[in-house]
């Protein structure tokens, strides 16, 4: 769901919360495996987004070395694997479609999805 906002220049922000959380956090999970590459691509990632979280966004440390570790609801809000699960099959079957109909990658499309009104809010970004 990213990808396509990170190739176009206009888009091109950090795209969600939920993301950079992601990947802040699994940074801090490897490194004590490997200490050099996560600490360098905390320091790019610092660069791009000084600020991250998802209900609140706060200031990160200068290093990976001195960050908290990360707890069981740092994941918390909208980032969870309940979310995630069903973006995933939601964009699973968008590709289906596109695959079976032979659009192109690139060529944008309009759908609807049918659902609760309490998927409404999680789908529509």
Known sequence: MVKARLQDRMTRRWPSGCWLTRVDTLLRLLHPMIPFLTEEVWQLLGEAAPERGIDRWKKVG????????????????????????????SVAAV???RSRQNVPPREQIDFVVRCDESIVELLSR
């Open 62 to 89: 200068p290093s990976i070395m001195i960050a908290r570790w990360p707890s069981s609801d740092s994941g918390g809000g909208m980032c969870t694997s309940r979310t995630s699960s069903r973006d995933s099959r």
């Open 95 to 97: 590709r289906e479609i």
